[in-house]
T-cell receptor
Framework: GDSVTQMEGPVTLSEEAFLTINCTYT??????LFWYVQYPGEGLQLLLK?????DKGSNKGFEATYRKETTSFHLEKGSVQVSDSAVYFC????????????FGTGTLLAVQP | GAGVSQSPSNKVTEKGKDVELRCDPI?????LYWYRQSLGQGLEFLIY????????KSGLPSDRFSAERTGGSVSTLTIQRTQQEDSAVYLC??????????FGQGTRLTVV
Protein backbone atom coordinates (compact mmCIF):
# COMPACT_ATOMS: atom_id res chain seq x y z
CA GLY A 1 0.00 0.00 0.00
CA ASP A 2 0.90 3.67 -0.17
CA SER A 3 3.31 4.95 2.47
CA VAL A 4 5.46 7.94 3.45
CA THR A 5 8.87 7.81 5.09
CA GLN A 6 10.47 10.90 6.57
CA MET A 7 13.67 11.45 8.46
CA GLU A 8 13.75 10.89 12.18
CA GLY A 9 14.03 13.87 14.44
CA PRO A 10 14.67 15.88 16.33
CA VAL A 11 16.56 18.17 14.02
CA THR A 12 18.36 20.93 15.91
CA LEU A 13 19.73 23.91 13.98
CA SER A 14 21.07 27.33 14.72
CA GLU A 15 19.22 30.34 13.40
CA GLU A 16 20.00 31.11 9.73
CA ALA A 17 21.15 27.55 9.04
CA PHE A 18 20.02 25.62 5.96
CA LEU A 19 17.26 23.08 6.53
CA THR A 20 16.52 19.84 4.73
CA ILE A 21 13.94 17.33 5.94
CA ASN A 22 13.89 14.24 3.76
CA CYS A 23 10.66 12.62 2.64
CA THR A 24 10.22 9.67 0.31
CA TYR A 25 7.04 7.93 -0.67
CA THR A 26 5.70 4.70 -2.08
CA UNK A 27 2.59 4.94 -4.22
CA UNK A 28 1.23 3.79 -7.52
CA UNK A 29 0.36 6.35 -10.12
CA UNK A 30 0.66 10.04 -9.41
CA UNK A 31 -0.15 11.03 -5.85
CA UNK A 32 -0.46 14.58 -4.60
CA LEU A 33 2.21 15.47 -2.04
CA PHE A 34 1.98 17.77 0.96
CA TRP A 35 3.94 19.20 3.85
CA TYR A 36 2.00 20.08 6.98
CA VAL A 37 3.34 21.96 9.99
CA GLN A 38 2.27 21.86 13.61
CA TYR A 39 3.53 24.72 15.74
CA PRO A 40 3.72 24.18 19.51
CA GLY A 41 0.25 23.99 21.01
CA GLU A 42 -1.48 24.47 17.67
CA GLY A 43 -3.28 22.36 15.11
CA LEU A 44 -1.95 21.07 11.82
CA GLN A 45 -1.88 23.42 8.90
CA LEU A 46 -0.87 23.00 5.30
CA LEU A 47 2.55 24.42 4.54
CA LEU A 48 2.88 23.60 0.85
CA LYS A 49 1.81 21.11 -1.79
CA UNK A 50 2.61 19.74 -5.24
CA UNK A 51 0.21 17.80 -7.41
CA UNK A 52 2.36 16.58 -10.31
CA UNK A 53 5.89 15.60 -11.11
CA UNK A 54 8.48 18.42 -11.14
CA ASP A 55 6.07 20.83 -9.44
CA LYS A 56 7.64 22.95 -6.73
CA GLY A 57 5.54 23.91 -3.76
CA SER A 58 6.62 26.95 -1.77
CA ASN A 59 5.44 28.99 1.20
CA LYS A 60 7.04 31.08 3.96
CA GLY A 61 10.49 30.50 2.48
CA PHE A 62 10.06 26.72 2.46
CA GLU A 63 10.24 24.76 -0.78
CA ALA A 64 9.77 21.16 -1.88
CA THR A 65 9.99 19.66 -5.36
CA TYR A 66 7.98 16.62 -6.47
CA ARG A 67 10.58 14.19 -7.82
CA LYS A 68 8.93 11.24 -9.52
CA GLU A 69 12.23 9.59 -10.46
CA THR A 70 13.41 9.44 -6.84
CA THR A 71 9.91 9.33 -5.28
CA SER A 72 10.91 12.17 -3.01
CA PHE A 73 9.51 15.46 -1.72
CA HIS A 74 12.24 16.89 0.49
CA LEU A 75 11.51 20.07 2.44
CA GLU A 76 14.12 22.83 2.32
CA LYS A 77 14.60 26.32 3.67
CA GLY A 78 17.64 28.47 3.12
CA SER A 79 17.71 30.26 6.45
CA VAL A 80 15.63 29.02 9.37
CA GLN A 81 14.31 31.20 12.18
CA VAL A 82 13.46 30.39 15.77
CA SER A 83 9.80 30.78 14.79
CA ASP A 84 10.14 27.80 12.42
CA SER A 85 10.46 25.46 15.39
CA ALA A 86 7.63 22.97 14.92
CA VAL A 87 6.80 19.43 13.87
CA TYR A 88 6.74 18.90 10.11
CA PHE A 89 4.70 16.13 8.49
CA CYS A 90 5.06 14.87 4.94
CA UNK A 91 1.90 13.39 3.43
CA UNK A 92 0.46 12.00 0.23
CA UNK A 93 -2.96 11.55 -1.28
CA UNK A 94 -3.08 8.76 -3.82
CA UNK A 95 -4.77 8.89 -7.19
CA UNK A 96 -6.51 5.56 -6.73
CA UNK A 97 -10.11 4.89 -5.86
CA UNK A 98 -9.77 5.83 -2.22
CA UNK A 99 -7.12 8.63 -2.33
CA UNK A 100 -6.73 8.45 1.45
CA UNK A 101 -4.37 11.02 3.00
CA UNK A 102 -1.34 9.23 4.44
CA PHE A 103 1.14 10.90 6.79
CA GLY A 104 4.74 10.31 7.71
CA THR A 105 5.71 10.10 11.36
CA GLY A 106 6.66 13.78 11.64
CA THR A 107 10.01 15.49 12.22
CA LEU A 108 10.56 17.83 15.14
CA LEU A 109 12.61 20.89 14.22
CA ALA A 110 14.18 22.96 16.98
CA VAL A 111 15.88 26.20 15.96
CA GLN A 112 18.16 27.80 18.51
CA PRO A 113 19.00 31.53 18.56
CA GLY B 1 -18.44 27.82 9.28
CA ALA B 2 -15.16 28.75 7.69
CA GLY B 3 -13.16 25.85 9.07
CA VAL B 4 -13.39 22.40 10.55
CA SER B 5 -15.03 22.57 13.94
CA GLN B 6 -14.57 19.95 16.65
CA SER B 7 -16.35 19.64 19.95
CA PRO B 8 -15.75 19.47 22.77
CA SER B 9 -12.28 20.96 22.78
CA ASN B 10 -11.48 19.16 26.00
CA LYS B 11 -13.07 16.10 27.58
CA VAL B 12 -12.22 14.45 30.86
CA THR B 13 -13.96 11.16 31.46
CA GLU B 14 -13.77 8.30 33.91
CA LYS B 15 -12.39 4.98 32.83
CA GLY B 16 -15.16 2.74 31.54
CA LYS B 17 -17.44 5.56 30.37
CA ASP B 18 -18.45 6.11 26.76
CA VAL B 19 -17.56 9.34 24.96
CA GLU B 20 -18.69 10.97 21.73
CA LEU B 21 -16.54 13.40 19.80
CA ARG B 22 -18.04 15.57 17.10
CA CYS B 23 -16.64 16.97 13.88
CA ASP B 24 -18.28 19.54 11.61
CA PRO B 25 -16.35 19.55 8.32
CA ILE B 26 -16.08 22.37 5.84
CA UNK B 27 -19.22 22.56 3.75
CA UNK B 28 -18.91 20.70 0.46
CA UNK B 29 -15.92 18.61 1.50
CA UNK B 30 -16.51 15.00 0.53
CA UNK B 31 -13.61 13.49 2.46
CA LEU B 32 -13.45 13.33 6.25
CA TYR B 33 -10.69 11.85 8.38
CA TRP B 34 -10.19 11.04 12.03
CA TYR B 35 -6.67 10.81 13.45
CA ARG B 36 -5.29 10.37 16.94
CA GLN B 37 -2.19 12.08 18.27
CA SER B 38 -0.68 11.03 21.56
CA LEU B 39 1.70 13.33 23.42
CA GLY B 40 4.84 13.85 21.38
CA GLN B 41 3.76 11.27 18.81
CA GLY B 42 2.82 11.34 15.17
CA LEU B 43 -0.60 11.02 13.60
CA GLU B 44 -2.36 7.70 13.96
CA PHE B 45 -4.97 7.19 11.23
CA LEU B 46 -8.32 5.99 12.54
CA ILE B 47 -11.01 6.18 9.87
CA TYR B 48 -11.71 7.82 6.50
CA UNK B 49 -15.00 8.70 4.85
CA UNK B 50 -15.15 9.58 1.15
CA UNK B 51 -18.50 10.53 -0.31
CA UNK B 52 -20.95 7.68 -0.37
CA UNK B 53 -18.27 4.98 -0.39
CA UNK B 54 -17.90 2.53 2.46
CA UNK B 55 -15.61 4.08 5.10
CA UNK B 56 -12.05 2.87 5.49
CA LYS B 57 -12.03 1.67 9.09
CA SER B 58 -8.63 0.02 8.91
CA GLY B 59 -7.08 2.28 11.55
CA LEU B 60 -9.60 1.79 14.35
CA PRO B 61 -7.58 0.24 17.20
CA SER B 62 -10.35 -1.92 18.67
CA ASP B 63 -14.07 -2.64 18.44
CA ARG B 64 -14.60 -0.06 21.19
CA PHE B 65 -14.08 2.60 18.53
CA SER B 66 -16.69 3.47 15.94
CA ALA B 67 -17.56 6.44 13.78
CA GLU B 68 -20.38 7.55 11.59
CA ARG B 69 -20.98 10.36 9.20
CA THR B 70 -24.54 11.51 8.80
CA GLY B 71 -25.79 13.02 5.57
CA GLY B 72 -22.28 13.30 4.23
CA SER B 73 -21.53 16.06 6.70
CA VAL B 74 -21.20 15.86 10.50
CA SER B 75 -19.21 12.96 11.92
CA THR B 76 -19.21 11.45 15.39
CA LEU B 77 -16.41 9.32 16.78
CA THR B 78 -17.58 7.11 19.65
CA ILE B 79 -15.29 5.39 22.13
CA GLN B 80 -16.99 2.86 24.37
CA ARG B 81 -15.69 1.75 27.76
CA THR B 82 -12.80 4.19 27.64
CA GLN B 83 -9.37 3.13 28.83
CA GLN B 84 -6.46 5.26 30.00
CA GLU B 85 -4.54 4.45 26.83
CA ASP B 86 -7.30 6.21 24.87
CA SER B 87 -6.08 9.53 26.25
CA ALA B 88 -4.89 11.59 23.29
CA VAL B 89 -5.84 14.47 21.01
CA TYR B 90 -8.37 13.37 18.44
CA LEU B 91 -8.10 15.30 15.19
CA CYS B 92 -10.65 15.61 12.43
CA UNK B 93 -9.87 16.83 8.92
CA UNK B 94 -11.89 17.35 5.77
CA UNK B 95 -10.93 17.71 2.12
CA UNK B 96 -12.44 18.17 -1.28
CA UNK B 97 -11.46 14.95 -3.02
CA UNK B 98 -7.67 14.72 -3.38
CA UNK B 99 -7.07 18.32 -2.44
CA UNK B 100 -5.34 19.32 0.77
CA UNK B 101 -7.04 18.49 4.04
CA UNK B 102 -8.00 21.10 6.61
CA PHE B 103 -7.73 20.17 10.24
CA GLY B 104 -9.80 21.11 13.23
CA GLN B 105 -8.21 22.12 16.51
CA GLY B 106 -8.82 18.70 17.98
CA THR B 107 -10.47 17.27 21.06
CA ARG B 108 -8.14 16.55 23.96
CA LEU B 109 -9.46 13.44 25.69
CA THR B 110 -8.24 12.55 29.15
CA VAL B 111 -9.35 9.29 30.72
CA VAL B 112 -8.89 9.21 34.49
Amino acid sequence: GDSVTQMEGPVTLSEEAFLTINCTYTATGYPSLFWYVQYPGEGLQLLLKATKADDKGSNKGFEATYRKETTSFHLEKGSVQVSDSAVYFCALSGDGATNKLIFGTGTLLAVQP
Amino acid sequence: GAGVSQSPSNKVTEKGKDVELRCDPISGHTALYWYRQSLGQGLEFLIYFQGNSAPDKSGLPSDRFSAERTGGSVSTLTIQRTQQEDSAVYLCASARGRAEAFFGQGTRLTVV
